[in-house]
């Protein structure tokens, strides 16, 4: 059974969605956790389990606040083990004539530049320990192609899924495994005002239609995946964009194939 005994794990955007549930996971498994978010929604989650959760307000996109992280997580419990860089904003659905060169800064500062930070200095207190560990960073299927985000989401996504293929070759040599998780549509509160919108609507049945899987994901579907390769269970995935998607991005849309039908 997956085990995190031991472990010390920084998990950013751990306020809610995604990163509360793997908060959450990661303490359940034995490992002691700095749960960090820009709200103080992440003292809920400390107080889920403070034994093993410590709460940590930061700015996931600074430098300095996430030099702190890695300090506090060094001056609790003198180790660092895990970091998952996590948190992010969709920042709107505007198209490209529509945004602007601030909001592009704003989106790739937290989503793209917050990831680098966690390998940059994760990476080193990790190194410095000499144990080797695991760096996870959320990226999205929006990453992967176009349509399931704005268009600066969309690529600071995509410059995930390249980031920890750089990360893991520049931390060779060092057994610190660098990967990330796409998720597809999870309920969330970056997703709340869809879900809302649908619900209102009686719509909640079109959640997940495009989807083999007939629906969307709950947080605790990513935070299954970023324990595995948060843990030892993954110790020979490195450099890898793990998508957990329901399907949802097997497929060109034309291609549709339904239980008991065969191609011809
Ligand atoms: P969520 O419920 O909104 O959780 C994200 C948390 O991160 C929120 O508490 C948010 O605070 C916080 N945050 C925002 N900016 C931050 C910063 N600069 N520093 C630290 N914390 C910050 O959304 P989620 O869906 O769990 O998102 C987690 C990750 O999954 C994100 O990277 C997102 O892009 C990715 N993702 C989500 C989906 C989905 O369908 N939900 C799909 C693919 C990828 P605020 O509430 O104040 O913003």
Not at 217 to 233: H, K, M, Q, R, T
Request: charged letters at 20%.
């Amino acid at each position: 059974m997956t085990d995190l005994t031991g472990k010390i794990a920084i998990v950013t955007g751990a306020g809610s969605g995604i990163g509360r549930a793997s908060a959450l996971l990661f303490a359940e498994k034995g490992a002691k956790v700095i749960a960090a978010d820009i709200t103080d929604k992440v003292n809920d989650t400390a107080a889920e389990n403070p034994e093993a959760i410590t709460a940590m307000t930061c700015d996931a996109g600074s430098e300095e606040d996430v030099q702190a992280l890695v300090a506090k997580a060094l001056e609790l419990h003198g180790d660092l083990h895990i970091f998952f860089a996590n948190a992010g904003i969709s920042g709107g659905f505007d198209g490209i004539f529509d945004q602007s060169v601030e909001e592009w800064e704003e989106i790739l500062r937290i989503n793209l530049i917050g990831p680098f930070l966690a390998i940059k200095h994760a990476g080193k207190a990790m190194a410095d320990k000499g144990h080797g560990g695991s760096i996870i960073c959320t990226a999205s299927v929006a990453g992967l192609r176009s349509g399931a985000g704005g268009p600066a989401y969309t690529a600071s996504k995509a410059g995930v899924v390249n980031l920890v293929r750089i990360g893991a070759q520049q931390l060779s040599g060092s057994n610190i495994r660098c990967n990330a998780i796409c998720p597809g549509l999870i309920e969330t509160g970056m997703t709340e005002f869809m879900y809302k919108m649908v619900r209102e609507r009686g719509l909640e049945d079109k959640v997940g239609q495009l989807n083999p899987m007939r629906r969307g994901g709950e947080p605790i579907e990513i935070a299954n995946a970023a324990l595995f390769l948060a843990s030892d269970d993954s110790s020979y995935v490195n450099g890898h964009a793990l998508v957990v998607d329901g399907g949802l991005s097997s497929s060109h849309p034309f291609s549709k194939q339904k239980f008991g039908e065969t191609a011809a």
